[in-house]
Every structure is written in structure tokens, then in C-alpha cells.
Antibody, heavy 122, light 111 residues
Framework: EVQLVESGGGLVQPGGSRRLSCAASGITFSIYAMAWARQAPGKGLEWVSG????????YYADTVRGRFTISRDNSKNTLYLQMNSLRVEDTAIYYCAKVWWGTAAAGSLDYWGQGTLVTVSS | QSVLTQPPSVSGAPGQRVTISCTGSRSNIGANSDVHWYQHLPGTAPKLLIY???NRSSGVPDRFSGSKSGTSASLAITGLQTEDEADYYCQSYDTNLSASIFGGGTKLTVL
């Protein structure tokens, strides 16, 4: 059974940093591209970032480029999202997802975690 | 405002057919980027329904189908059931943004 479990969410002040983790099990993690998406309160889904199998290629939404960094550790079956210079508008449930059918930037997302809530507020 | 435009809401009676449109531009759907569709119930993880424009994901009933033409795509749901009541999102890659984008989402109400 495929499981993606996010952690690291919580309350952070504007301008602060947070690192999210996503532990994968039930899949050969190293052969799949991965991605992060989010949903702000009362809003729709937003694609945030994607990373290739080896981590060489990364992609970002304009809203987070330059502030967020996606990475992965295939030896630990773990995906990360380092979030810096956080803004109130970054408040959202953050989901990690496995890419299926396509590249890290364009692929569909066939397995999702349950999400972790990040709240940016003073 | 999303780059991919979906109607905010659609509705239908049980057993009926509904379609949800996803209108893009020459930099995404019109550039022949794949379109994917998701079903999302509040408080749960989104579920992939359709990938690569028209391929049903594993376990998805054939009541769900996807199509694409020009700069638009559509999700059709036939034989509506009460459990289909959810939010639906399209996703595609935008060549100008070099990133994926989701549509704004459509709330399906089964009357």
C-alpha cells in the first residue's frame, strides 16, 4: 500500500522559515518524480513545486519561486520542502504527491498524502 | 483568477450527465499539454480521475471520461450518483510559467 505522510506543519511568523517532510512507503521512491501542492483556506488547489527522480530538475510556481526549495533524499525515501520568507498568503494545507504519467513539472499526481497545515501569522 | 478557467459550480440530478469545462490558452492546453482531472472532498486527499487528457486512473468507474479540443478540455460524468458530489479540478502544464497549474475548481452538486 502506497503511503505518503507529511510532517513539519505548524504556526510560523511572517518572514519565518519552515521545512516540510514527506515520508514515502509502499513504492520504489527513487524512480518517481514527486511534487508539492497546497490549498489555502476556502481556496482551490495550487501546484507548488516538482522534482525529478534524481533531484536534478526542480520546478516552482511563480508564487513561491525564490523562497521555497524542493529536495529529496532517495536513501531515506523522503521528500522535502524548505519554505523561507513566509507570507500570510502561504497559509495552507500542504500536500505531497507522487507523479504519474509525465514529468515532474507536468505529470499527473496519483497518490497524495493527507496534508500538513502551515499557518503563517503573527 | 486562474490561468485555467472552470465554472464555479455545476449541478445535476441522480442519473443525469454533467460536463465540467476547463478553458486554457495557447501556452497550456493549446500547446498540447496533457490535462489531468481530480476529485476532491473536503478534509481528504485529492483523487486522480483522468490523466493524459482521457485515460481513467486505476479503479475509476467508466462513468467518468475526459476529452480535449483546442484550448479546452472537459470532464464528463454520466449516471450521476450522490457520492459524486465534490470539487473537481483540472491540471495542465503552462509553457510560459514552466510549471503546472490547476483550474479554479468546480463544485458539483447532485440535486
Amino acid at each position: 500500500e502506497v503511503q505518503l505522510v507529511e510532517s513539519g506543519g505548524g504556526l510560523v511568523q511572517p518572514g519565518g522559515s519552515r521545512r516540510l517532510s514527506c515520508a514515502a512507503s509502499g513504492i520504489t521512491f527513487s524512480i518517481y518524480a514527486m511534487a508539492w501542492a497546497r490549498q489555502a483556506p476556502g481556496k482551490g488547489l495550487e501546484w507548488v513545486s516538482g522534482i525529478s527522480t534524481g533531484g536534478d530538475n526542480t520546478y516552482y510556481a511563480d508564487t513561491v519561486r525564490g523562497r521555497f526549495t524542493i529536495s529529496r533524499d532517495n536513501s531515506k525515501n523522503t521528500l522535502y520542502l524548505q519554505m523561507n520568507s513566509l507570507r500570510v498568503e502561504d497559509t495552507a494545507i500542504y500536500y505531497c504527491a507522487k507523479v504519474w504519467w509525465g514529468t515532474a513539472a507536468a505529470g499527473s499526481l496519483d497518490y497524495w498524502g493527507q496534508g500538513t497545515l502551515v499557518t503563517v501569522s503573527s | 483568477q486562474s490561468v485555467l478557467t472552470q465554472p464555479p459550480s455545476v449541478s445535476g440530478a441522480p442519473g443525469q450527465r454533467v460536463t465540467i469545462s476547463c478553458t486554457g490558452s495557447r501556452s497550456n492546453i493549446g500547446a498540447n499539454s496533457d490535462v489531468h482531472w481530480y476529485q476532491h472532498l473536503p478534509g481528504t486527499a485529492p483523487k486522480l480521475l483522468i490523466y493524459g487528457d482521457s485515460n481513467r486512473s486505476s479503479g475509476v468507474p467508466d462513468r467518468f471520461s475526459g476529452s480535449k479540443s483546442g484550448t479546452s478540455a472537459s470532464l464528463a460524468i454520466t449516471g450521476l450518483q450522490t457520492e459524486d458530489e465534490a470539487d473537481y479540478y483540472c491540471q495542465s502544464y503552462d509553457t510560459n510559467l514552466s510549471a503546472s497549474i490547476f483550474g479554479g475548481g468546480t463544485k458539483l452538486t447532485v440535486l
